[in-house]
């Protein structure tokens, strides 16, 4: 299995990005699939997740309302489309796979770089 992500980079605040996670070996529809970053510094935050298959998401109060999870079952690639950003967004955002959120994800990226800052 692997997981590559994209679309870091550099961002306003207040400016949107969209991160990608191309997969292979594993079916992104049939998964359980997270987004999951570290700030510099910090621990690991669970930021958003999403069955596919019964059409359930679920975000981080920190990140709700600005950001959205979703898939393209025929790319088997997860995005993540971050709106309003803020400094404190500013982390190491990896791509995440498993059976199932609440056992913890058994697969996992090497991460892409978002920095917001002016």
Request: proline share 2%.
């Amino acid at each position: 299995v692997q997981l590559v992500e994209s679309g870091g980079g550099l961002a306003q605040p207040w400016g949107s990005l969209r991160l990608s996670c191309v997969t292979s070996g594993l079916t992104v529809s049939a998964s359980a699939m997270s987004w999951v970053r570290q700030a510099p510094g910090k621990g690991l935050e669970w930021v958003s997740g999403i069955y596919t298959y019964i059409d359930n998401t679920y975000y981080g109060d920190s990140v709700k309302v600005r950001f959205t999870i979703s898939t393209n079952s025929a790319k088997n690639t997860l995005y993540l489309q971050m709106n309003s950003l803020k400094s404190e967004d500013t982390a190491l955002y990896y791509c995440a796979a498993g059976e199932s959120m609440t056992t913890g994800m058994d697969y996992w990226g090497k991460g892409t770089l978002v920095t917001v800052s002016s």
